[in-house]
């Protein structure tokens, strides 16, 4: 009952209030297009001060803009005292530096130019930034975190894409990993489920999302499995749910909540 007063109060949010959203183009020689990033910064900020960021990474055929339609991120902003950052993911770049699309690496595009911009360009205090995702970003969010541990203090997922061999929007991966086959080892070398020696290595928190109803929950029941066992400080929550905008605009706080105890941990 609780998490469904949740979802209808963020819904109603979306509805009643206007954003003072922010953005910013980038473009670095990693990517062939700029990245729009939308942002937000807490409205009681005093002057000099810089503050905890949470990078929020969209789905599979979003933008920048899809985290906006879900939840009121100046709230969320305001509420938790964090920078909100929504770099776009072109749609289905699947945060991944491509092993067949030569010039299409978003893992360096990422790291060189998306967070060195927000790192220069935003009051944010780097030594306490965070990042998740849904779907596509959810998946996105735990490969760029082990890519680049350095950067985050912990990291999240909801109804991330956790095994890609399992995906059914196979078209789509096969364009930066070749067709699906039993000799073609990227599906699984990308795939979060099949690196979790790699989350146990780095030795940081993660928090993982999956509504009940969601056909992705069976991958990530088996990855949130496979990291406790394997040693990975892992909090896995199921509820009910499907893969929709109603379900991430109910669990987004509970990330924000989970980040928000690692602030003041050293």
Same mark, same amino acid.
């Given at each position: 009952m609780r998490r469904l007063f949740a979802a209808a109060a963020a819904l109603l949010m979306i509805a009643g209030t206007c954003?003072?959203?922010?953005?910013?183009? =980038?473009?670095g020689s990693s990517y062939p297009k700029a990245d729009t990033v939308q942002y937000y910064v807490p409205s009681s900020l005093q002057n000099g001060e810089r503050c905890p960021a949470v990078v929020l990474l969209? $789905?599979?055929?979003? !933008?920048?803009?899809?985290?906006? !339609?879900? &939840?009121?991120?100046q709230y969320y902003s305001d509420e938790y005292h964090f920078v909100i950052v929504c770099p776009d993911g072109f749609k289905e770049s699947w945060y991944i530096d491509s092993p067949l699309k030569k010039g299409e690496n978003y893992g360096t595009f990422f790291r060189e130019t998306i967070m060195r911009g927000i790192c220069d360009s935003l009051p944010v205090d780097t030594s306490v930034m965070f990042i998740s995702g849904l779907s596509m970003g959810g998946h996105g969010a735990l490969r760029l975190f082990m *890519?680049?541990?350095? =950067? %985050?203090?912990?990291? $999240? !997922?909801? !109804? $991330?894409?956790? *095994? =890609?061999?399992?995906?059914?929007v196979t078209a789509s991966l096969a364009k930066h990993l070749g067709k699906k086959s039993a000799d073609n080892k990227n599906w699984q070398n990308f795939s979060c489920c099949y690196n979790i020696d790699c989350l146990k290595a780095i030795g940081k928190p993660i928090v993982v999302n999956c509504g009940?109803? *969601?056909? =992705?929950?069976?991958?990530?029941?088996? %990855?949130?499995? &496979?990291c406790a066992q394997e040693g990975v400080d892992v909090v896995y929550t199921e509820s009910p749910g499907k893969h929709d905008k109603s379900y991430w605009a109910m669990v987004l706080p509970d990330q924000l909540r989970f980040f928000k105890k690692f602030v003041n941990k050293h």
């Open positions: 954003e003072a959203q922010k953005r910013m183009v =980038l473009r969209h $789905g599979y055929g979003g !933008s920048f803009r899809q985290w906006a !339609s879900i &939840a009121n991120l *890519d680049n541990p350095q =950067l %985050f203090r912990a990291a $999240g !997922s909801m !109804s $991330g894409v956790m *095994d =890609l061999t399992t995906s059914t009940a109803q *969601d056909n =992705l929950v069976e991958a990530n029941r088996k %990855f949130a499995k &496979a």
